[in-house]
């Protein structure tokens, strides 16, 4: 499985972005996504993850009611909407897929076997 991460930018505080992450090759029948992010000098971070069905979503607690995780199977590509964004979001976003044991099954922390290779979300004040 490949995975493209985009969407990404330069923005200002309060501005949206909506990074995709489009799958591609030997897809299994269900496979959960997550999103993470490592900012500049830190460690990489868990931010979202949704279920192969969308029914099961988690989120980091900075970014709950800001970011909403989303997909479309049909394009096997997941969604990050990012609204009301601040200086602190400001890093390198991966999305990541793992193969799930059934439709609604997801780890949020992974560990997750497939990475796409980034985009770079930058929020200026």
């Known amino acids: 499985v490949q995975l493209q991460a985009s969407g990404g930018g330069l923005v200002q505080t309060g501005d949206s972005l909506r990074l995709s992450c489009a799958a591609s090759?030997?897809?299994?029948?269900?496979?959960?996504v997550g999103w993470f992010r490592q900012a500049p000098g830190k460690e990489r971070e868990f931010v979202a993850a949704?279920?192969?069905?969308?029914?099961?979503?988690h989120y980091e607690n900075s970014v709950k009611g800001r970011f909403t995780i989303s997909r479309d199977n049909r394009r096997n590509t997941a969604y990050l909407q990012m609204n009301s964004l601040i200086s602190e979001d400001t890093a390198v976003y991966y999305c990541?897929?793992?193969?799930?044991?059934?439709?609604?099954?997801?780890?949020?922390?992974?560990?997750?076997?497939?990475w796409g290779q980034g985009t770079l979300v930058t929020v200026s004040s």
């Open positions: 949704i279920s192969w069905s969308g029914r099961n979503t």
């Open positions: 990541a897929a793992d193969r799930s044991y059934n439709s609604d099954y997801v780890t949020p922390l992974g560990p997750y076997t497939y």
């Open positions: 090759g030997r897809i299994p029948d269900y496979y959960a």
